[in-house]
């Protein structure tokens, strides 16, 4: 297969990078302290700007900023994937996905256009989990930028609230 990604000089990308067979790889706090680890690792070689991320139980979702005259995203991603992989060894009871691997071969990038699109997919990043029934509340996910949103004075501590599932739930 010949994928043709689309590369921009210091270019803002959205992510969705996930786990081998969708296992969630990423269940503990020790396998997540893992992966920001190996995040920390490259960043210091190769930096970029973490401009959102979520991290949930078998995929996560960020949005990177690249240095000027930087494109090269697919290395970060390589040395961030080999990273975890190796520090995992060490985390007892990790999942493993199919032949022993932890992640899907690829990842998915979307080039940002304009700052509507990235507001669109941070809201989309930061609403992840309650997507996907994980909690009820965005400030309930411990693995996400959304925390640093609210600290910033970005987002309020309120935001993306489903009511549905706080039925049942006790309400803050």
Known sequence: MNYRRNRVQGGTYFFT?????????????????????????????????????????DHLHSIWTLPEG???????????????T????????????????????????????????????????????VKHGYVARASDWPYSSFHRYVREGVLPRDWAVDEELLVGVGRE
Not at 26 to 51: E, G, I, N, T
Not at 70 to 83: A, E, Q, V, Y
């Open 86 to 129: 190796k520090g995992a060894k060490d985390i007892p009871g990790l999942p493993m996905g199919v032949n022993g691997s932890l992640w899907q071969k690829r990842f998915w990038e979307h080039t940002i256009r304009d700052g509507q699109d990235f507001e669109r997919h941070v809201d989309y990043i930061h609403f992840n989990p």
């Open 17 to 57: 990078v996930g786990t081998a067979n969708r296992t969630p790889v990423f269940s503990s706090p020790a396998a997540v302290a893992c992966l920001r680890s190996s995040f920390r690792s490259v960043m210091r070689r190769y930096p970029f700007s973490m401009d959102a991320m979520v991290v949930l139980p």
């Open 70 to 84: 930087d494109n090269d995203f697919s290395r970060r991603w390589r040395l961030i994937k080999t990273g975890f």
